[in-house]
């Protein structure tokens, strides 16, 4: 089945990689929820990551995400991560990257142009339309750093419940999923829309990796069945 992947992926003038958390976990970032440990074992992820969370208050959401960063920062991308970021190099323009992960751990391995479809844990942006006083790089600092001319104040630069994907970054991956001759499934259980969505829409083959059944299994033209630290290093070489 390999094989025939590779097949494809030889052929494919453009191809997509669609990567999800079973990506991270491999590298050992923890899911939302196994994260929740020490202090915060007692919290919610999902009543701490809403902006209505952070209005109420933004000190603790901001030490929550601080706290998240720095188990982010611990972890190192895994042979998978590297696999995709050399193909890339190796094949500029070949391969579109999107991803549901915050943990920029495609960036890292040396990935450009990601498609980070839930935002980049290690980035801020402004809470409110920053007005002509705000200015990042002059903004004080605190938990959570804030514009001295109006309050604004900074926030992770990642989707929250209740939240739409960016704009941009979702019709971008649409259009990749739309032009390409392959894509490349790895570590999502197919459940989250509309991020699941774009593999219902690649126009070309879809190859499926993750150890475990996925809902888009189906549908796929080809399913690998392990890790992607494994399996995207023998897929990807040349
Ligand atoms: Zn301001």
Not at 116 to 139: Q, V
Not at 188 to 197: D, F, K, M, N, Q
Request: charged share 20%; net charge neutral.
């Amino acid at each position: 089945m390999i094989g025939q992947v590779r097949q494809w992926l030889g052929a494919a003038r453009h191809g997509a990689g669609l990567t999800g958390a079973g990506m991270s976990a491999e590298s050992g970032v923890p899911t939302f929820r196994d994260g929740q440990t020490g202090l915060w074992a007692k919290f919610d992820p999902q009543q701490l990551a809403t902006e209505e969370a952070f209005r109420a208050n933004p000190a603790m959401v901001w030490d929550w995400y601080a706290f998240r960063r720095e188990m982010v920062a611990r972890v190192e991308p895994n042979a998978g991560h590297r696999a995709l970021a050399a193909f890339a190099q190796r094949h500029p323009q070949r391969l579109t990257l999107i991803t549901q992960n915050v943990d920029g751990l495609h960036q890292r391995a040396g990935s450009v142009g990601v498609l980070a479809l839930h935002g980049n844990i290690s980035e801020d942006k402004w809470l409110d339309a920053p007005n002509a006083c705000c200015n990042p790089s002059l903004a004080l600092p605190g938990s959570p750093p804030c514009c001295k001319g109006c309050g604004n104040m900074r926030r992770p630069a990642v989707v929250w419940f209740g939240e739409a994907l960016p704009l941009q970054t979702l019709a971008d991956a649409e259009a990749a999923a739309q032009e390409c001759d392959l894509m490349l499934v790895v570590g999502t259980s197919g459940l989250v829309y509309p991020a699941a969505g774009l593999a219902r829409i690649a126009r070309g083959k879809v190859a499926i990796i993750n150890p475990e059944p996925t809902e888009l299994d189906s549908a796929a033209d080809a399913v690998l069945r392990g890790k992607a630290a494994q399996l995207l290093p023998q897929l990807l070489e040349d």
